[in-house]
T-cell receptor, first 118, second 113 residues
Framework: SQTIHQWPATLVQPVGSPLSLECTVE??????LYWYRQAAGRGLQLLFY??????ISSEVPQNLSASRPQDRQFILSSKKLLLSDSGFYLC?????????????????FGEGSWLTVV | RKEVEQDPGPFNVPEGATVAFNCTYS??????FFWYRQDCRKEPKLLMS???SGNEDGRFTAQLNRASQYISLLIRDSKLSDSATYLC??????????????FGSGTRLQVQP
């Protein structure tokens, strides 16, 4: 069966410090991968998605970047964090295929990472 | 107007009650609909997909009304363990023109003993 893990689960970072959140998926090949952010009291906002190694699409302009160095690894980074970057970050995956990107297929979330920028 | 809109609640109901949530969406071309459940400080988990003809899974019933552009979730015989936030998810065109799963902000349910 497929599993998805992300880490760290919680972190407190000072403004201006770098960030690296990592996510790995097991039990599937060439998944579509996603990074979402959930701010307090708000819906999930799609930040990045990837259909393959090295292929990253950004949905919103922001202070963050994403990379996919391996098929089942997805990394969210920032060189300098802002206070507004605080939130709950969720990695997710769905079945492969550009045709199925964002289609009716279910997406599955990792456990999430709580980031507080102070 | 938000692309996907939900009443944030909270809905406070006694155990055994029946409760229903609605979710409205703005894009009439939307094709896929889901309900996710999110426990406090946890990741969302798929509760059920919503099919055009409506569908049921145990105590949960989901319905789609395309004409009025809303989906609903009905929970019968509420349990304490049903307390959570329920997220409405719709397949919409994103700001970049790509189709994307758009999440509502969620409706919080609190089932009381």
């Amino acid at each position: 069966s497929q599993t998805i893990h992300q880490w760290p689960a919680t972190l407190v970072q000072p403004v201006g410090s770098p960030l690296s959140l990592e996510c790995t998926v097991e039990g599937t090949s060439n998944p579509n991968l996603y990074w979402y952010r959930q701010a307090a009291g708000r819906g999930l906002q799609l930040l990045f998605y990837s259909v393959g190694i090295g292929q990253i699409s950004s949905e919103v302009p922001q202070n963050l970047s994403a990379s996919r160095p391996q098929d089942r690894q997805f990394i969210l980074s920032s060189k300098k964090l802002l206070l507004s970057d605080s939130g709950f970050y969720l990695c997710a995956w769905s079945v492969t295929g550009r045709d199925t990107l964002f289609s009716g297929n279910t997406i599955y979330f990792g456990e999430g990472s709580w980031l507080t920028v102070v | 107007r938000k692309e996907v809109e939900q009443d944030p609640g909270p809905f406070n109901v006694p155990e055994g009650a029946t409760v229903a949530f609605n979710c409205t969406y703005s894009n009439s071309a939307s094709q896929s609909f889901f309900w996710y459940r999110q426990d406090c400080r946890k990741e969302p988990k798929l509760l059920m997909s919503v099919y055009s003809s409506g569908n049921e899974d145990g105590r949960f019933t989901a319905q789609l009304n395309r004409a009025s552009q809303y989906i609903s979730l009905l929970i019968r015989d509420s349990k304490l363990s049903d307390s959570a936030t329920y997220l409405c998810v719709v397949n919409l065109h994103s700001t970049t023109g790509r189709r994307a799963l758009t999440f509502g902000s969620g409706t919080r349910l609190q089932v009381q003993p």
